[in-house]
Each structure stands twice: as structure tokens, then as C-alpha cells.
């Protein structure tokens, strides 16, 4: 019989598996074997594969790569680390606190949080104290060598048990949290003591006429009171008090104040010291400034801010002025989507995007944080920078883009946390999403705890947790057919509306039925406007034709922005009443999560359907139980339960049959005969009445 051909032998080396219990199916892939005389071929048997066959196996293996073996945690979901969460629940909590309680219950707690978290450290340095001395002891046959292996045995075992950590890291977490909590009520047990005791105080609760000297701490933001003629233009400056001349004193204070002005306070700097005369009034409970100064004069400029200030002001008001030029609803909405100015914004459009839910683009956001961050990391590293002269690179563009729209709640949130994160990359240290957020609130609630109970840092705050924590799985449950850029247009805007409903609830008690079609259908349009309308900022006082191309481009998709806004309000429905307070909060998380239901299962039938078939079988025992325990407790009672002719009866009327799969009515009367009421098939009816006599 002829030996087979080299190329069948191959096929079938290729095609076969080998055999169980071989040597060289035992044998590891590439080992090569050391017995003496290997490399020396037997008679008929061939040589090895010489140069050429090696270079086309190398090609196939680069054409047709074989699978590679799945990593153990590869295809496992990614477990949301939650360390950082306690810490900044209790650090808001107790900033919370201290708008609300006065400095002496606050300084309490304090007191408390600081001696349990040193109760805290010190039972778990006593206890590492204590395991530490039982592992340095050795048994008495223990070899001196054997010792430090052993040490390191029960080192590791006393890291993990069973997988999880020892208990000493979350009590740890939490001594460290207590003492955060603590720093953030103590920075607030100042401010109460500003804000309720002294003068200022004082001053406020007798609504008595200062004279102010203050310094501007952010920009002004334009209200629309009604007035005489209509809708009166007012603007609210935060300020820092400096120094108040109240009934022939002078006080000197750092006390933060809200002014209330008229148009003459409205192209005010941050960083600008001004004196003014108005009424003081106290604040209201909750509310971290320390008065309201209701201004009754023109602010006289004492002095103008520094350089890194006023540069930031001028562009924006050289923008705003540029912006004038352009046509339609894009010369006032322009500048709101880029530097956050609102004073040139049609009141209708203003209408449509609250009607919408669309105000946040107009209030500059971790949105825009996210796109000037991204643009200038990308373009960092297209220029062949090293990765961390790209992040130093990009988180110097980031803070001139926040020193240009100004420090609000949400911007210093989105920018801490952007800082954050290029940090951890630069230092080749991948982060997550939910600690650098947790990070950037400790943070900010540390440095301003007054920003605790402000409605933008809580709902910017919101907004991220919600892409953070639902984006990606609402992403995940949409369909593979669907573009992944088409999921994520989806998933941002529905899982940040998911997550701020009820706090908008608070603000504005309606519902807007059009809120995440608006949003989608306006996504596409926000990233054109944000960065080249951010790009024109600085080129409107270097190069104006630069600068008014890209703003005409920009200008369009602001006016496809506002045409949107404005097509949607037109709809009928598009806002629906909603209850207020707690009640309206409570009713819309449970609508949110009902609707985040609903989108699972219209996206997961299959999953729906055996979640149903579970939820009947586990209704059905139930019943089940529920009825035995009444005939168990009826039967030892003898009332309802019974022996009747057809089966068991209760007081219902209803006959078990166990087993038999029939249903029977049977009336409970006494008697042999259970069924006579009951009408019988061949008996005949009642008579018919017939006309009385006479009647035809």
C-alpha cells in the first residue's frame, strides 16, 4: 500500500486532534525536545520543515490569525466602584447642614463626626496592632527558614477573605469620610457665624439703608420681573461685602451679599470693587448668602480688577457685540450657548426652550467642558505630543475657557472633574467616571459648601451620575444594528432627563412631553456652535474676518437650534401640568423609572415574557399559600370549610377538586341534595304569561 503524500499527511495533522494521554497533545505549544539525539531522523522518516515552509506558516498565521484565548475577565460586566460615594454623601450632607443649622449645632456635629472617626482609626490600628503580633509568633517546630514564607502566607490571607476585602478598608473609608464631613461643617459653621451673628445680621433683619463698598464675584444674570410697562429688566451680581457704613459705623466683613441692581449693573467684572447704597434684607432659611442688597444708586467703580479678570469680561462683551450682527434668533442665542450671556435672548425663544427643556444649552455646562476638552486633546496629540505635554496642554485651554465664561457651579464641577481625569491619564492611571465625580463634588463642597443647595450644581451633578452610571447600559440595550454614535445621541439626553426630572419638578412643576426629541434632534447642532463659536471668541479682537466667518457658520446651527426649540413648543401637549413640592419630586422618579422599565422591556420581549411567566408562577404559590392558610385556619375553626357532595366547599361556594382540573358552583345550604336550587337541563320552564282576555 503506497504511503500517503506529504500534503495529506499535513491535512490530516491539521484537521485530527490528538490524542488524549499523548505526549505531544501533553506537550506545550513552540517546546522543543532535549532527549539526546532528537535532532537525528530515523530511516523513512522525513526531515523537519525547512526555511520556505516556516516563512508561509508565519504568513498564514499573519493572514489568518487564530483566535486568541479570552482573558478570565473578559467577557464579565465591569463592577461601578463605589468607594468614593459614602464619602461624598456625608461631605454634601453635612454642607447641607450648615445652610440650615446655626453655628453652634453645627460645630457639635462636628465635634461628633471628628470623635468617631478617631474611635474609628483607633480600633482598627488596634486591631492591625493585634494581628500583626499574632503572625510574628512561629510554632515551636517551625523552621527558622520557613518563617518569612509563613509571615507572607498569612500577610496575604489577612489582605482577602474569600475574595472580598478585610473589613479594616471600609472602616477605614469611612473614618476618612466622617473627617471630610466634619471639614466641610466646619467650613460652613463659619459661614452661618457670618451670615446669622454681627452686624450684617443685624443690618438685615432691620432692612436698614448701608452704604457698601464690594467686590464682584461673578457675572451678572439678567431677571425678568414684571413692572409697570411689562416685563422689567433687573440683574442679580453676586458680590463679596468688603466694608458697610450702617448708622455712623463702619464694619469691615467678607460677608457674600446678592445685589439687586438695574441696568446700570449690567456689564460689571468679576474682580471689581464698587461702592453702592441700597436696603439690606436677610436671606431666607436655606439660602448661603449672608443679605440681599437691593441697590438704590449707581455703582461707583473704586477700583479694576486684575488683568487675568478684566481680559475674560472684555471678550465677552466684544463677542456679544459681534454677535449683534448676525440675523434672526442666532444674535442672542449664540452668545448664550458660548459664554453663557443671555441679555440679547429673544423672551419667546426663552419660552420655547423652557417649554422644551432646553435651557441648559444656554447655560454654559459640563457639555461644553467636554467638547473643549476633547478638541484640544485631540488636536494635542494629532501634533505628536507626549501624552502628558498634551494633557498640561489641554488643561491650560480649559482653564482660560472657564476664567472666559466665569466660575458657575456646574463649569468649576465639569472642569475639576476634566482635571481630574487627564490627570489620571497622564500619570497612566485609567479612571472611572463615578470616582472622578465623586472626587470633583468632595472637592468643590470643601472649597464653596454653599453650592450644596444651589440648583445648578445639583442638577449638573445629576446629569453626569445619570450618563455616568445609565448612559452606557441604555447604550448596551439598544439593538447592534444601531450605529453606536445614533445609540449615544439616544442614551445621553434620555439618561441625564431621566435622572434631573424631579429636580426640575422643583423649579418648574410641568412636564415637557418633548424634552428628549428636542434634545436629540438638537444634538447634532450643539457641537458646531460651541466650538467654533469658542474658537471666535479670542480671534474677535486679533482677526474680526476670521472671527465673523466662523461666527456665520456657528450662527446657522444656533438658528437650527432655535428652530427646533421653536417647532417643538408649537406642539400640541407639549407641556402638561405636574404636581408640586415633595408629592410632584415623589411622582416623577417613580414616572423616570418607570419609563426606564418600559424602554427594557420593549428592548428585552424575550426577557419581558419569562419575567412575566415568573411573576404569574410566583403570584399562583402565593394564592396558593394564601388559601391553604385559610382552609388550614377555617378548618380548625369549622366555619367556612366543609365536605360537600361534589368535593371540599368553602363559604364561597367553591368546590376543590384537587388534581381534576374543575370548577363547580354549588349553593352552602343544608340538605342531601346541594344542587336542587340549581336549574336542571330536561325540567320544564316557568309558564309563559299570555295576554289577559279579550287582548289580541
Not at 438685615?204 to 414684571?226: M, Y
Request: with cysteine; net charge positive.
Amino acid at each position: 500500500m503506497a504511503q500517503p503524500s506529504r500534503w495529506q499527511r499535513y491535512v490530516e495533522a491539521a484537521v485530527s486532534e490528538p490524542r488524549t494521554g499523548s505526549r505531544e497533545a501533553a506537550a506545550p505549544a513552540g517546546a522543543s525536545s532535549r532527549r539526546p539525539g532528537a535532532g537525528r531522523e530515523a530511516p523513512g522518516q522525513e526531515a523537519p520543515p525547512g526555511r520556505w515552509a516556516e516563512a508561509r506558516a508565519r504568513l498564514l498565521a499573519r493572514l489568518i490569525p487564530e483566535p486568541a484565548a479570552a482573558a478570565p475577565s473578559e467577557g464579565r460586566p465591569r463592577r461601578t466602584d463605589l468607594r468614593l460615594v459614602p464619602p461624598a454623601l456625608l461631605v454634601w450632607a453635612a454642607a447641607v447642614a450648615g445652610s440650615w443649622l446655626a453655628p453652634v449645632p453645627l460645630a457639635a456635629l462636628c465635634l461628633i463626626l471628628t470623635a468617631s472617626a478617631g474611635v474609628i482609626l483607633a480600633r482598627v490600628s488596634a486591631r492591625g496592632r493585634t494581628k500583626a503580633r499574632r503572625g510574628s509568633g512561629t510554632n515551636p517546630g517551625t523552621s527558622p527558614g520557613a518563617v518569612p514564607g509563613a509571615r507572607r502566607q498569612r500577610a496575604a490571607g489577612r489582605g482577602h477573605v474569600s475574595g472580598r476585602p478585610a473589613p479594616r478598608s471600609f472602616l477605614t473609608t469611612l473614618a476618612i469620610a466622617m473627617l471630610l464631613a466634619a471639614a466641610a461643617g466646619a467650613h460652613s459653621a463659619v459661614a452661618a457665624s457670618l451670615r446669622q451673628d454681627g452686624a450684617v445680621a443685624e443690618a438685615g433683619a432691620a432692612h436698614a439703608a448701608v452704604v457698601a463698598e464690594l467686590q464682584i464675584a461673578g457675572h451678572p444674570r439678567q431677571l425678568r420681573v414684571p413692572g409697570r410697562s411689562g416685563l422689567a429688566d433687573r440683574w442679580a451680581v453676586p458680590a463679596t461685602l468688603l466694608v458697610m457704613y450702617s448708622a455712623g459705623q463702619r464694619v469691615d466683613s467678607e460677608a457674600s451679599l446678592l445685589v439687586l441692581g438695574g441696568k446700570d449693573w449690567e456689564h460689571l467684572v468679576p474682580g471689581q470693587r464698587l461702592r453702592a447704597t441700597g436696603r439690606l434684607k436677610a436671606a431666607e432659611p436655606g439660602q448661603t448668602d449672608a443679605g440681599i442688597l437691593s441697590a438704590s444708586s449707581v455703582p461707583v467703580t473704586l477700583g479694576a480688577p486684575d488683568g487675568w479678570q478684566e481680559g475674560p469680561g472684555m471678550l465677552r462683551r466684544s463677542f456679544t457685540a459681534a454677535a449683534a450682527t448676525l440675523g434672526g434668533d442666532a444674535r442672542g442665542l449664540l452668545p448664550g450657548m458660548v459664554t453663557g450671556d443671555t441679555s440679547r435672548l429673544d423672551a419667546g425663544l426663552d419660552g420655547a426652550m423652557k417649554t422644551v427643556g432646553m435651557t441648559h444649552l444656554t447655560a454654559v455646562s459640563g457639555a461644553n467642558c467636554s467638547l473643549i476638552l476633547g478638541t484640544l486633546l485631540l488636536a494635542a496629540r494629532s501634533l505628536r505630543l507626549p501624552r502628558r505635554a498634551a494633557a498640561a496642554v489641554s488643561l491650560a485651554g480649559l482653564g482660560m475657557f472657564v476664567l472666559m465664561v466665569g466660575p458657575d457651579a456646574s463649569v468649576l464641577r465639569a472642569a475639576l472633574m476634566g482635571a481630574i481625569g487627564l490627570t489620571s491619564l497622564a500619570f497612566g492611571r485609567a479612571g472611572r467616571g463615578l470616582s472622578f465625580l465623586c472626587l470633583a463634588v468632595i472637592g468643590l463642597l470643601l472649597t464653596d459648601p454653599g453650592l450644596a443647595t444651589r440648583f445648578g450644581f445639583i442638577l449638573s451633578v445629576l446629569a453626569t451620575l445619570g450618563i455616568v452610571v445609565a448612559g452606557r447600559r441604555i447604550m448596551d440595550w439598544l439593538p447592534p444594528a444601531v450605529p453606536r454614535w445614533v445609540a449615544a445621541g439616544l442614551a445621553v439626553p434620555l439618561s441625564a432627563q431621566v435622572f434631573c426630572g424631579p429636580v426640575i419638578v422643583l423649579l418648574q412643576p410641568q412636564f415637557s412631553a418633548y424634552a428628549l426629541p428636542a434634545n436629540v434632534a438638537a444634538a447634532a447642532l450643539v457641537p458646531p456652535v460651541t466650538l467654533l463659536g469658542t474658537a471666535a471668541v479670542p480671534l474677535v479682537q486679533l482677526v474680526p474676518p476670521l472671527a465673523a466667518a466662523l461666527m456665520a457658520v456657528a450662527g446657522a446651527f444656533a438658528g437650527g437650534v432655535a428652530g427646533v426649540a421653536r417647532f417643538f413648543t408649537a406642539l400640541p401637549g407639549a407641556v402638561l401640568p405636574w404636581p408640586e413640592g415633595l408629592f410632584g419630586l415623589t411622582t416623577m422618579a417613580l414616572f423616570s423609572v418607570a419609563s426606564l422599565a418600559t424602554l427594557w422591556f420593549a428592548l428585552h420581549r424575550a426577557a419581558a415574557v419569562r419575567l412575566a411567566v415568573a411573576a404569574h408562577s410566583w403570584a399562583v404559590a402565593c394564592l396558593d399559600l394564601s388559601l391553604a392558610v385559610r382552609r388550614g385556619r377555617h378548618g380548625q375553626r369549622g366555619l367556612a370549610v366543609r365536605h360537600g357532595r361534589h368535593g371540599l366547599v368553602d363559604r364561597h361556594g367553591l368546590v376543590d377538586r384537587s388534581g381534576r382540573g374543575t370548577l363547580r358552583l354549588c349553593k352552602p345550604t343544608s340538605g342531601r341534595n346541594l344542587q336542587w336550587l340549581l336549574p336542571r337541563p330536561n325540567a320544564p320552564g316557568l309558564p309563559r304569561r299570555g295576554p289577559p282576555p279579550g287582548v289580541t
